[in-house]
């Protein structure tokens, strides 16, 4: 017998501005680590992406509210498997028009696809008491530099190649602050400003 937990687990809502429903369809996919990651069809056709901590976490950082660009029109649903037996999971989505798609991951192992790739970086929360958390499917390492309103460094850091990454501050003055993570060629990827209470 299942007992009710919560109703809105890990803050998850895929309801589009101006919409009244959002028809969430979830799946969680475990990775070989032991983590989870979360994808949830919707009723707009877009695939959102989190990645749950654990089952007791309040929010999950949303990774992508628009998977690999991917709308499959109304009530769209989704799950992994790998059915090539490839050790790579196909996607697999459903749809209101009763139709099902499935997609293969084409990318190939090059030696420069990590510097030609540009994630979709987050950072929660905001404002923040103390630690801030990182999304993102960061395939490298990467530095993060924090600023105050006067354009001083007054922390700099790097990020290890997780897909949730805190970054704990260390100064303690409230205000605005200014977070910019980089690749390790300098190349910007995130501008955000913050406030610590």
Do not use: C
């Not at 969680?28 to 009723?43: F, K």
């Not at 509210?65 to 459903?94: C, H, M, Q, R, W």
């Not at 801030?132 to 990467?142: C, D, N």
């Not at 460094?153 to 605005?176: D, K, R, V, Y």
């Amino acid at each position: 017998m299942f007992s009710l937990v919560t109703e809105a687990w890990g803050g998850v809502d895929v309801r589009e501005t101006g919409f009244l429903t959002g028809h969430s369809a979830p799946y969680i996919y475990p990775l070989t680590d032991g983590s989870l990651e979360l994808y949830v069809g919707s009723e707009s056709g877009r695939i959102y992406k989190y990645y749950p901590v654990d089952a007791t976490t309040t929010l999950f950082p949303l990774i992508s509210s628009f998977y690999n660009d991917i709308d499959e029109g109304t009530k769209t649903s989704v799950t992994l498997v790998d059915i090539s037996a490839d050790g790579i999971p196909e996607l697999i989505t459903g749809n209101d028009r009763g139709g099902v798609t499935m997609y293969r991951d084409k990318n190939t192992v090059v030696a420069i696809a990590a510097e030609s790739y540009t994630p979709e970086l987050r950072i929660f929360p905001n404002p923040t008491s103390g630690t801030i958390y990182v999304t993102a499917e960061i395939p490298v390492v990467m530095h993060y530099n924090i600023f105050d309103i006067t354009g001083r460094n007054i922390q700099a850091g790097t990020l290890s190649p997780l897909i949730l990454q805190p970054i704990t501050l260390h100064f303690t003055q409230s205000g605005w602050y200014v977070l910019t993570i980089a690749k390790e060629n300098g190349e910007n990827l995130l501008v955000q400003p913050f406030i610590r209470e």
